[in-house]
């Protein structure tokens, strides 16, 4: 089955941009979690939507914001780009349900340059 | 809060077995994962402990203990290929967001 696809890969923007970024989980997969990944911080955690609805928000400004669909598929966004935001944005598909003893799987991921 | 420690660098050689330690403190505890990422790649799972004791998983073992907070992972029979970051990662009581340690970067040597 598919993996989880985020797009773009690879991305550049200017401070002051906003930028949005996307992910289709894997198919049936209902959670979908999004994490920044930088050298000096690793990866920490930015939110995770369950049924459209945000269950969980970790400790970021509200410049970054994220929904998800119907179809489960999910956006994050992130407004005012400051050079601090690039990174590595990944983002996480699973059931959703607490016993997962199979893990979250991640997808590629996008690289933000903020220039 | 939630704090995970582990190593920052590890040097290993081929064919040797090498243990990564995790510590953690957490406010409430669910599960602990370990993953591994290969430079620009995707993290993919490795194992999940939500009990004391060992899971193992042909090379790889990992260990938990809730008591001490603290995990092992093992990884017997080096090869080149396992040269990779490995995070550890600790889930809370009620939350599904993964807390990450910022790694541990191993190399395997010839």
């Known amino acids: 089955k598919a993996g989880v696809t985020q797009t773009p890969r690879y991305l550049i923007k200017t401070r002051g941009q906003q930028v949005t970024l996307s992910c289709s989980p894997i198919?049936?997969?209902?959670?979908v979690s999004w994490y920044q990944q930088t050298p000096g911080q690793g990866l920490q955690f930015l939110f995770e939507?369950?049924?459209?609805?945000?269950?969980n928000k970790g400790n970021f400004p509200g410049r970054f914001s994220g929904r998800q669909f119907s179809n489960s598929r999910s956006e994050m966004n992130v407004s005012t780009l400051e050079l601090g935001d690039s990174a590595l944005y990944l983002c996480?598909?699973?059931?959703?349900?607490?016993?997962?003893?199979?893990?979250?799987?991640f997808g590629s991921g996008t690289r933000l340059t903020v220039v | 809060g939630q704090n995970i420690d582990q190593p920052t660098e590890m040097t290993a050689t081929e064919g040797a077995i090498v243990q990564i330690n995790c510590t953690y403190q957490t406010s409430g505890f669910n599960g602990l994962f370990w993953y591994q990422q290969h430079a620009g790649e995707a993290p993919t799972f490795l194992s999940y402990?939500?009990?004391?004791g060992l899971e193992e998983k042909g090379r790889f073992s990992s260990f938990l203990s809730r008591s001490k907070g603290y995990s092992y992972l093992l990884l017997k029979e080096l090869q080149m290929k396992d040269s990779a970051s490995y995070l550890c990662a600790v889930t809370g009581a009620g939350s599904y967001q993964l807390t990450f340690g910022k790694g541990t970067k191993l190399s395997v040597i010839p």
């Open positions: 198919s049936g997969h209902r959670s």
């Open positions: 402990n939500v009990l004391d």
């Open positions: 939507y369950f049924s459209e609805t945000q269950r």
């Open positions: 996480a598909s699973s059931l959703g349900q607490k016993t997962t003893n199979y893990g979250y799987t």
